[in-house]
């Protein structure tokens, strides 16, 4: 008789009643026998912080790995929807068994619909993905942070924490907890998470024997929409800080149909932007032969001109109607001795340079959107990551404080953001307390927070500039002689402004409400770098932070050479040129700014716009 099969699993009752789930499978199906072995994982601990907080989904999974690495264990269970999507080196997947009920479910002891919510009710959940769902249907909703397993979450709502909590209806249903539910989301409503409902199987790479044992567990229909929806993860970046749902159904004709969502980690309130695609399913030799020959394709389409073709050397060739205009050699703020980023079409006709967006995933996104919809090429390398502060504490405290305050000034939309992701279930914001921000963009993060909009004070959509010395201008004949001033910002910044509270009289305290850090690319992110710097003349750079330049230039060291770059303000634009690029155009920080200076249009050389306190910039308005 074969040895048991160790299988490795959380602690929790959900977990374990999906470890003997399989184990009854392993019996029934396989006759094979199976023990298990509980742990504890990071993820358990953790109950005070949200995930995207603290390292996200992969919490619940690293010390499973670590069993079955190390031998304890051959096999691991999982939800999927807590799998990251790229597996460490040595694991693999082995099976997905057939899916419950993927649908989030409404769960209340007095309400039976959402819609039936009193205006201003409390949801409580943890998951940034149904936070923006949720706010999107009902703006006035107040989200509450909702950690820890099941039961827990289900007691805080029964002791009247929250008017009601959203969860994952198939957790419920495999406990037998189906009658909490009061009602079940359509996909429409509220689109579920990669992976949820399905279960997931893991064991070492190297354990042949037991993954070809494992086959006949495997649904296949759940496992191919499952792969679809992570793969949508997988080209975003999902993670727990990436507000992501993507959720996969196969049509009657055998179509799988996809459909993907995405919103704001840092305001969760913005719009969401919205996709679907249906198509049959193809094996994956014929899905790698068209990859193929689209990369054929577009190799074709990138072959360049001769140098003097994209100066002015030469004859003037007129441009078809049908071909966007190119970025030219007159855009750019100093007299480049190479030519600026411009590629050729197979027929020789200009064609414009793919734009690299380096802005924080969760904003790089819209970011390519925007541009794509422009006619524009566009990819997001993200070059700076916003993460959480170690200590949450001192944004407990300034809301405690908040009444006393005179002003508070946030400093970006990022700062907004994470200022209030950590604001007291049922806080107001203080009437007496005026809220400042840099640009329109952030002053609408405010308002839609639930700033009044008469306390909130910002320059104007057609002001020269959004920053620090724009802003003041507004504030500077005010009274501030010994008020208090509160700055909200990142970790770090920028103390021009607050030099200027000072010097008239205002007590300023500085508040770190967010961290910002180097990122960490992958092996795409990686090549995606490379492939830029070899092919200077296809990509633009488009900063709208000096320190996404220091960063890049710490990830690949001896760059930039001959690349170009676009500076969404002038200190931002004087690093680039620090950091050696060979131009650096200029242009306001707002999307059609961006998408005429990449077109050759508007580039001004002197001062551009910018939304943030910082010399390294911020989020582009």
Not at 406 to 417: C, D, E, I, P, R
Request: net charge positive; with cysteine.
């Amino acid at each position: 008789m074969s040895d048991p099969i160790v299988i490795a699993t959380r602690e929790s009752r959900l977990a374990l009643w999906q470890a003997e789930h399989v184990r009854a499978l392993l019996a029934r199906r396989l006759g094979r026998q199976a023990e298990l072995l509980g742990m504890t994982t990071r993820g358990d601990q953790i109950l005070d912080r949200a995930l995207s907080k603290v390292g996200g989904k992969g919490l619940f999974v690293k010390e499973l790995e670590a069993a079955l690495a190390d031998g304890r264990a051959q096999l691991a269970v999982h939800s999927l929807k807590d799998v990251p999507m790229d597996l460490p080196a040595g694991f693999a997947l082995a099976a997905v068994l057939e899916r419950e009920d993927p649908r989030d479910a409404f769960v209340s002891p007095r309400f039976a619909t959402l819609a039936e919510l009193p205006q201003g009710a409390c949801v409580g959940t943890s998951s940034l993905r149904r936070a923006v769902q949720l706010l999107a249907a009902r703006p006035d909703l107040r989200i509450e942070p909702l950690r820890g397993n099941l039961d827990t979450r289900l007691r805080k709502l029964d002791e009247g924490a929250m008017d009601a909590i959203v969860l994952a209806a198939a957790g419920l249903v495999r406990l037998g907890l189906a009658a909490r539910i009061r009602a079940c989301f359509d996909p429409g409503q509220m689109l579920p998470a990669a992976g949820q409902g399905a279960l997931a199987l893991e064991l070492r790479v190297d354990d042949a024997a037991l993954h070809a044992a494992l086959a006949p567990l495997a649904h296949r229909p759940t496992w191919l929409a499952v792969e679809a929806e992570r793969a949508v993860s997988r080209a975003l970046g999902g993670s727990c800080s990436l507000p992501l749902a993507a959720h996969a159904s196969w049509q009657g004709d055998g179509t799988l149909a996809l459909d993907a969502l995405l919103g704001d980690g840092r305001q969760l309130d913005r719009p969401l932007l919205r996709a679907r695609a249906a198509a049959p399913v193809v094996d994956a030799g014929r899905a790698r032969a068209r990859r193929a020959g689209r990369r054929r394709a577009a190799r074709a389409r990138c072959r360049r001109l001769p140098a003097g073709c994209l100066t002015g050397a030469g004859p003037a060739r007129a441009r078809r109607p049908d071909r966007r205009p190119a970025l030219r050699a007159s855009t750019v703020t100093e007299a480049p001795t190479s030519p600026p980023a411009v590629r050729a079409d197979a027929d020789g006709t200009a064609a414009l340079p793919r734009v690299i967006v380096t802005r924080p995933a969760a904003q790089a996104a819209p970011w390519v959107d925007a541009l794509r919809a422009s006619g524009l090429d566009a990819v997001a390398l993200p070059l700076i990551d916003i993460g959480p502060v170690a200590d949450p504490a001192p944004v407990h405290e300034a809301w405690a404080q908040l009444g006393a305050t005179t002003l508070v000034f946030f400093v970006s939309g990022n700062a907004v953001q994470a200022f209030f992701a950590l604001r007291p279930c049922g806080a107001p914001w203080p009437a007496t307390t005026r809220a400042a921000a840099p640009g329109p963009a952030t002053a609408d993060a405010l308002r839609a927070a639930g700033v009044p909009a008469a306390l909130v004070v910002a320059p104007a959509a057609d002001a020269p500039s959004y920053d620090s010395e724009q802003l003041w201008t507004l504030l500077q004949h005010e009274r501030w002689d010994g008020r208090d001033v509160l700055v909200v910002r990142g970790e770090g910044g920028r103390d021009w402004l607050a030099a200027q509270w000072r010097s008239a009289g205002a007590r300023v305290r500085y508040l770190a409400a967010y961290a910002r850090r180097p990122p960490r690319p992958g092996a795409d992110g990686r090549r995606m770098i490379d492939q830029a710097l070899a092919d200077p003349a296809g990509h633009l750079w488009l900063f709208s932070s000096s320190e996404a330049v220091t960063n890049l230039l710490a990830l690949a060291p001896g760059a930039p050479g001959g690349a170009h770059a676009l500076a969404t303000h002038s200190r931002i634009a004087d690093a680039a040129r620090r950091a050696g690029f060979a131009t650096v155009a200029e242009c306001a920080a707002r999307i059609e700014a961006v998408v005429d200076a990449v077109r050759g249009q508007g580039v001004r050389g002197s001062r551009g716009r910018l939304d943030d306190d910082r010399p390294h910039g911020g989020l582009l308005e």
